[in-house]
């Protein structure tokens, strides 16, 4: 029997009536079925814009995920569970955490969110209220899968089992206006972190060391900030994002009002299904060309660069020789491949293999972060490297950004990506140094890559200025 497909107020209180239902018959149950789950109650709707919908919403945190694959996507709001905490994450403390709520649960229940790239470090007054790590389980979703729309409410038992009063208040509150497209402002400012001197004295001193043999990569970022004379909307700007960057992961992590993490990441770190695990070494850079036969001496020059091929070659190491040491089996693809996006294309070498019985996602994101596609390598050394030369915090760019459940997990690499507070965009992009690296080309690469954020502005990417 065909499901009816419900409008926007139909659909609310369907969803009503269903979660009371549910609380109701939780209510009920002996007080000996203690053990925590999640219950998933959902209401098929309409065809929905999950990121239209999400921008008229007033409930904090807001959270947005779209796969690359196309899959699915989902935008969130509010909270049933959060699982947070400051400094370097214990994963034995998060698989017993998670383990224990997503055995019993609901299997297609996710938990969204992520890590900061160095979580040993402490964080700056920006990036102070994402903490170490932050993974929200949301209490209302819009999820958009297999063609498929459908508003959820996710209810955390027994404890949600006495609360129905506020959540179907919480479910009122939920908007459905009409979606306005709006406008994005011009940037009337713009500083970069480090500076022109600065990012060539950073890159001189990296290739000494690389002479002296104390470094054989390492990834420098550079953060440009802009300023607007009125309050950015983050969610508006992630849609203006999502259009300019296809194939891409884009998410969007606002855990309160007026500071939102938002990027558009070409880059897997991994996904699992079941025990099969996937990854991908991505580094080596150039752009698109503006004609068929430009683009093709682009994409020739990349696969043929010594330099490139080099940058590549210490992700493609590291990836294998992590993953191979969590799994049974691992395939990794010994061609060299393009990944053509939009405005760019990187090397890409894919990686596949059955975990060993036990490894769990966060021993995987433990023994993975950070690959040397943004941190370099040796590791330890690159990430000493990076706090002294780095004159910002980076946050969560270039950290492990997804979502996880009980089945299957999936995580970028945080990169492509900016920080939205009231007036000021923070922009975020690294560019990989190897021996052989020219700090103008390097300067060149990562003003191409913010040039996804700076065109939707009608900017184009700035040039070097001694």
């Known amino acids: 029997m065909r499901r009816p497909v419900r409008g926007p107020e139909s659909v609310r209180w369907t969803l009503a009536d269903k979660v009371g239902r549910a609380l109701s018959e939780a209510a009920a149950e002996p007080t000996g079925l203690a053990d925590e789950r999640i219950l998933r109650v959902e209401a098929r709707m309409a065809h929905a814009k999950p990121l239209a919908w999400l921008r008229t919403q007033s409930s904090s945190p807001r959270t947005y995920w779209s796969?690359?694959?196309?899959?699915?996507?989902?935008?969130?709001?509010?909270?049933?569970?959060?699982?947070?905490?400051?400094?370097?994450?214990?994963?034995?403390?998060?698989?017993?955490?998670?383990?224990?709520?997503?055995?019993?649960?609901?299997?297609?229940?996710?938990?969204?969110?992520?890590?900061?790239?160095?979580?040993?470090?402490?964080?700056?007054?920006?990036?102070?209220?994402?903490?170490?790590?932050?993974?929200?389980?949301?209490?209302?979703?819009?999820?958009v899968e297999d063609g498929v729309s459908k508003l959820v409410c996710n209810l955390v038992l027994p404890w949600d089992a006495h609360r129905a009063d506020e959540i179907l208040e919480e479910i009122e509150d939920l908007s459905f206006e009409d979606y306005s497209p709006g406008v994005l402002p011009k940037p009337v400012s713009r500083t970069d972190s480090p500076g022109w001197p600065g990012w060539k004295r950073n890159i001189e001193r990296a290739l000494a060391a690389f002479d002296e043999e104390k470094?054989?990569?390492?990834?420098?970022?550079?953060?440009?900030?802009?300023?607007?004379?009125?309050?950015?909307?983050p969610v508006l700007l992630a849609e203006n994002l999502e259009d300019a960057t296809p194939g891409c992961f884009h998410f969007y992590l606002e855990p309160e009002d007026g500071t939102a993490f938002v990027g558009a990441s070409p880059e897997r770190l991994f996904r699992r299904e079941g025990r099969e695990v996937r990854s991908e070494a991505v580094a080596g850079t150039r752009p698109r060309g503006d004609s068929e036969v430009a683009d093709a001496e682009l994409g020739e020059q990349l696969l043929g660069s010594a330099k490139d091929l080099s940058e590549h070659s210490y992700v493609r190491d590291s990836i294998g020789e992590t993953l191979g040491n969590l799994c049974e089996t691992l395939e990794i693809e010994e061609r060299l491949s393009e990944m053509k996006l939009a405005r760019g294309r990187h090397l890409v070498s894919r990686a596949r293999g059955?975990?060993?019985?036990?490894?769990?996602?966060?021993?995987?994101?433990?023994?993975?972060?950070?690959?040397?596609?943004?941190?370099?390598?040796?590791?330890?050394?690159?990430?000493?490297?990076?706090?002294?030369?780095?004159?910002?915090?980076?946050?969560?760019?270039?950290?492990?950004?997804?979502?996880?459940?009980?089945?299957?997990?999936?995580?970028?690499?945080?990169?492509?990506?900016?920080?939205?507070?009231?007036?000021?965009?923070?922009?975020?992009?690294?560019?990989?140094?190897v021996a052989g690296s020219v700090p103008e080309e390097e300067w060149a690469e990562i003003e191409q890559k913010i040039g996804d954020f700076t065109r939707i502005f009608g900017a184009e990417p700035g040039h070097v200025t001694s």
Do not use: C, Q
């Open 215 to 233: 470094l054989g990569k390492v990834v420098f970022a550079r953060r440009a900030d802009f300023g607007f004379e009125d309050d950015l909307d």
């Open 67 to 143: 796969g690359r694959d196309g899959d699915f996507e989902v935008a969130a709001v509010g909270i049933a569970d959060l699982v947070e905490g400051d400094g370097i994450p214990d994963s034995a403390s998060l698989r017993k955490r998670f383990a224990t709520t997503l055995a019993a649960s609901d299997r297609r229940a996710r938990y969204y969110g992520g890590i900061r790239f160095d979580p040993g470090t402490e964080p700056d007054e920006d990036w102070k209220t994402f903490g170490g790590y932050r993974f929200v389980l949301p209490r209302f979703e819009m999820l």
């Open 354 to 433: 059955t975990l060993r019985e036990g490894v769990t996602d966060w021993d995987v994101l433990e023994a993975l972060h950070p690959t040397p596609a943004v941190g370099g390598h040796p590791k330890e050394e690159a990430l000493e490297e990076i706090r002294t030369s780095e004159p910002f915090d980076r946050g969560w760019y270039a950290g492990p950004v997804g979502w996880v459940s009980a089945d299957a997990a999936e995580f970028a690499v945080g990169i492509r990506s900016g920080l939205v507070n009231g007036r000021t965009l923070r922009l975020f992009s690294g560019a990989g140094i």
